[in-house]
Structures are given as structure tokens and as C-alpha cells.
């Protein structure tokens, strides 16, 4: 099991950045993959990026030159710098972490952009 904690959304102007991070309760190296997703107002959940224990990334196209992921080992700690951030970003974003068949969810932090 794994317990995480989502931090570092808020209210931000279009064109701003904000780094969000994921807090693992475990070493994030003996952790398959972690994903971000967000989700807006009346929308269904979407995929954001992953990363995986190998340091290997994926980024949505739609997002990818905008949105990068890492991760600190040290800090069991994934991160979600966000660059430009548009209207369209407004969504709670979540963490989740696949350890074998199972999938753990953060609480999720609200991400905000409005002038």
C-alpha cells in the first residue's frame, strides 16, 4: 500500500506556472508508475503524464510542451511543473500509483487559472 499527498495547486493568472507535487508514503522507487490526472468542472478524469522507476516519461500531447514530470527519490516525491497555464488547466489534479494489479489515489489539488 501507499498513501499520497497531493500539494501545490492554487490560484494562478494565464501564463503563469505553478509545480505541484506528489508525496509518496514509500519509497517511490519500489513503485511501478505514478501518474497524474486532472480533472474540470462536468468532465471525466484524463491522463496528465507518468513516469516510471526507470525515470522514463510520458506527457499528454495536448499538454507536452507545457507540462513536465520528475521526481525526487529522496523525497519520494513526484512533481508536475505546469508552464503557461491556460483557462483550460482549471481542474483538480490527482496522483496515483500502480503497485502491481493495484492503483492508489491521492486526494487531488485544486488548480486554478483565471485573471
Known amino acids: 500500500q501507499v498513501q499520497l499527498v497531493e500539494s501545490g495547486g492554487g490560484l494562478v493568472q494565464p501564463g503563469g506556472s505553478l509545480r505541484l507535487s506528489c508525496a509518496a508514503s514509500?519509497?517511490?522507487?519500489?513503485?511501478?508508475?505514478i501518474n497524474w490526472y486532472r480533472q474540470a468542472p462536468g468532465k471525466e478524469r484524463e491522463w496528465v503524464a507518468w513516469?516510471?522507476?526507470?525515470?522514463?516519461?510520458s506527457i499528454a500531447a495536448s499538454v507536452k510542451d507545457r507540462l513536465t514530470i520528475s521526481r525526487d527519490s529522496a523525497k519520494n516525491t513526484v512533481y508536475l511543473q505546469m508552464n503557461n497555464l491556460k483557462p483550460e488547466d482549471t481542474a483538480i489534479y490527482y496522483c496515483k500509483a500502480s503497485i502491481g494489479a493495484n492503483n492508489y489515489w491521492g486526494q487531488g489539488t485544486q488548480v486554478t487559472v483565471s485573471s
Open positions: 513516469i516510471s522507476n526507470g525515470r522514463t516519461t
Open positions: 514509500r519509497s517511490i522507487t519500489s513503485i511501478g508508475t
